[in-house]
């Protein structure tokens, strides 16, 4: 049975779709943004924004009893992939101590209120 997983410590989605969706011991997040929880605004550079996209993918693994350990893969998708380094840097502040997940990482030409970065996430409770 599919679960919706939602955080209190984020905004409401900015669509129709659900945050997060837990089946069996299964969750897969919808694309994460670095967006303000006060001002709803996206601020930073890409290693700020992405390190913020991570923090809101961990909000919504502890809603569903999950760690950073418990990611299997993430897609990374960057509106400018020279940026690459930066990302990097954030996943090893971010992952520090922890096993790196899979990772694609995509340049594209647009995201969301003009984010930098995007991050969906899959997680498994095994």
């Known amino acids: 049975m599919k679960k919706v997983i939602e955080s209190k410590k984020l905004p ?19 694309g994460q943004i670095a967006i303000d929880e ?32 418990s990611i299997l893969k993430l ?13 990097n840097k954030a996943f090893q502040t971010f992952f520090e101590g922890h096993v790196f997940p899979a990772r694609t990482t995509i340049e594209v030409s647009g995201l969301p209120l003009g984010a930098k970065v995007e991050i969906d ?4 409770r095994k």
């Not at 897609?75 to 990302?87: A, R």
Request: with cysteine; aromatic share 6%.
């Open 12 to 30: 409401k989605a900015i669509g129709p779709y659900s945050p997060a969706v837990l089946i069996n011991d299964l969750l897969f997040t919808s």
């Open 38 to 69: 006060k001002t709803l605004a996206v601020q930073g550079n890409t290693e700020e924004q992405t390190l913020h996209a991570l923090k809101n993918i961990h909000l919504l693994l502890l809603e569903a009893g999950l760690t950073k350990s």
């Open 75 to 87: 897609n990374v998708y960057v509106t400018d992939l020279k940026k690459f380094e930066d990302v």
């Open 121 to 124: 996430c899959m997680a498994s």
